[in-house]
């Protein structure tokens, strides 16, 4: 038997550092995929040593692993989420529920690759749906699809500034009382941004930013490149994208010509396993 599992790359539009917290966020899954196959096999578990070991720890039977994927490592769109679902998705195909393979998924991050992230990720990888982004409350893990509106058009700019979260402790480098308050304003903006026009939008990025300096998980170089962004004609907002110390920045823009060189990322379906065989 063989089972493929396809699972999208992340797009946090407004929300971030809020999962671990508690808060809200507003995501949605983009168009960039990472495929995992496997092949059931009588003995022996085969593949690239990081799959292996996670294959493993899932409890995963005899298999050959082979791992595709378009989603950029280490950029902010969460490759390694992607990684630790489809390996998910893989062992148990459709015997679990999208909860408990977010779950269990965040467990394997945790204990493999050694990040302790929240549940965006996961949450915004099994949850969303084409053409909508999806509101994540994360005090109760409630969803809520909403309409992508046609005049939101983001597209991501590589910082070429790699990052490690693993290697950060970026829970640690703010005060409490400089977290807590990120956390209260950053879900006002969320709230906001679900009705919000692209001009408003765009301003509530660029405070997402500023915010994500005060808590300490930007960079100087970061920081330049968002504010030349934010200045350029038909730009309507910028901010870092992901855990921080790099990575991708998500820019709103006017059209589609505006920095004409990167595509425009496109909410995409959700994560899913098929069987080949």
Same mark, same amino acid.
């Given at each position: 038997?063989?089972?493929?599992?396809?699972?999208?790359?992340?797009?946090?539009?407004?929300?971030?550092?809020?999962?671990?917290?508690?808060?809200?966020?507003?995501?949605?899954?983009?168009?960039?995929?990472?495929?995992?196959?496997?092949?059931?096999?009588?003995?022996?578990?085969?593949?690239?040593?990081?799959?292996?070991?996670?294959? /493993?720890?899932?409890?995963?039977?005899?298999?050959?692993?082979?791992?595709?994927?378009?989603?950029?490592?280490? /950029?902010?769109?969460?490759?390694?989420?992607?990684?630790?679902?489809?390996?998910?998705?893989?062992?148990?195909?459709?015997?679990?529920?999208?909860?408990?393979?977010?779950?269990?998924?965040?467990?394997?991050?945790?204990?493999?690759?050694?990040?302790?992230?929240?549940?965006?990720?996961?949450?915004?990888?099994?949850?969303?749906?084409?053409?909508?982004?999806?509101?994540?409350?994360?005090?109760?893990?409630?969803?809520?699809?909403?309409?992508?509106?046609?005049?939101?058009?983001?597209?991501?700019?590589?910082?070429?500034?790699?990052?490690?979260?693993?290697?950060?402790?970026?829970?640690?480098?703010? +005060?409490?009382?400089?977290?807590?308050?990120?956390?209260?304003?950053?879900?006002?903006?969320?709230?906001?941004?679900?009705?919000?026009? /692209?001009?408003?939008?765009?301003?509530?990025?660029?405070?997402?930013?500023?915010?994500?300096?005060?808590?300490?998980?930007?960079?100087?170089?970061?920081? +330049?490149?968002?504010?030349?962004?934010?200045?350029?004609?038909?730009?309507?907002?910028?901010?870092?994208?992901?855990?921080?110390?790099?990575?991708?920045?998500?820019?709103?823009?006017?059209?589609?010509?505006?920095?004409?060189?990167?595509?425009?990322?496109?909410?995409?379906?959700?994560?899913?396993?098929?069987?080949?065989?």
């Amino acid at each position: 038997m063989i089972r493929r599992a396809s699972i999208p790359g992340r797009i946090n539009i407004i929300g971030e550092h809020t999962d671990y917290a508690g808060g809200v966020s507003l995501a949605f899954a983009s168009q960039h995929r990472l495929i995992l196959e496997a092949e059931f096999i009588d003995s022996g578990i085969y593949g690239d040593q990081t799959v292996v070991e996670l294959w /493993k720890e899932a409890d995963g039977p005899p298999a050959r692993l082979e791992v595709n994927s378009t989603i950029p490592i280490g /950029k902010g769109m969460s490759s390694s989420a992607a990684l630790c679902l489809s390996i998910v998705l893989c062992i148990h195909g459709d015997s679990i529920n999208k909860q408990d393979a977010c779950e269990e998924a965040q467990r394997l991050e945790h204990i493999v690759l050694g990040t302790q992230c929240g549940l965006l990720d996961q949450m915004t990888m099994m949850y969303s749906m084409e053409h909508h982004c999806t509101m994540i409350d994360f005090s109760s893990l409630e969803t809520k699809t909403i309409p992508f509106p046609p005049t939101w058009k983001f597209k991501i700019i590589d910082s070429e500034i790699h990052r490690t979260l693993n290697s950060h402790d970026y829970r640690q480098t703010a +005060s409490e009382e400089t977290k807590q308050l990120h956390v209260q304003n950053e879900n006002e903006r969320v709230h906001c941004a679900i009705n919000s026009t /692209k001009e408003q939008l765009g301003k509530l990025l660029n405070a997402t930013h500023e915010s994500l300096m005060m808590i300490g998980v930007s960079t100087a170089e970061i920081d +330049s490149l968002v504010q030349s962004l934010q200045n350029m004609d038909g730009v309507l907002g910028a901010r870092m994208m992901g855990g921080g110390f790099g990575g991708m920045i998500l820019v709103l823009v006017e059209d589609e010509d505006v920095l004409f060189e990167h595509p425009i990322v496109i909410p995409s379906r959700p994560g899913f396993v098929e069987e080949l065989i």
